[in-house]
């Protein structure tokens, strides 16, 4: 099992990102997706899912600011990160659970400068 994350890098406060993770070796649609985040010296956050329903979920920091969205044809879940903050600076990970079975990806990292 892979999950490839990429898209992250260095914005400005107020920039926009967006994040993309593609999945090998599941069967992605039986799948929710979901991000992770991690900022140095805090523990990994929830960012936002997104079910086999298409159902999603957002951390209480989001405010309308994330959106999640999945291609289940693709493989692929995305994260377009809008009016970014400097404390949106993280390692961001993707990550795939059904039941016991859970997959991290590697994270990209985001860095946002005032």
């Known amino acids: 099992v892979q999950l490839q994350a990429s898209g992250g890098g260095s914005v400005q406060a107020g920039g926009s990102l967006r994040l993309s993770c593609i999945a090998s070796?599941?069967?992605?649609?039986?799948?929710?997706m979901n991000w992770y985040r991690q900022a140095p010296g805090k523990q990994r956050e929830f960012v936002a899912s997104?079910?086999?329903?298409?159902?999603?979920n957002y951390g209480d920091f989001v405010e309308g600011r994330f959106t999640i969205s999945r291609d289940d044809a693709a493989k692929s879940v995305y994260l377009q990160m809008n009016n970014l903050k400097p404390e949106d600076t993280a390692v961001y990970y993707c990550?795939?659970?059904?039941?016991?079975?859970?997959?991290w990806g590697q994270g990209t990292q985001v860095t946002v400068s005032s």
């Open positions: 990550n795939s659970m059904k039941g016991f079975l859970n997959y």
């Open positions: 997104s079910t086999t329903g298409h159902i999603t």
């Open positions: 070796g599941i069967l992605f649609g039986i799948y929710d």
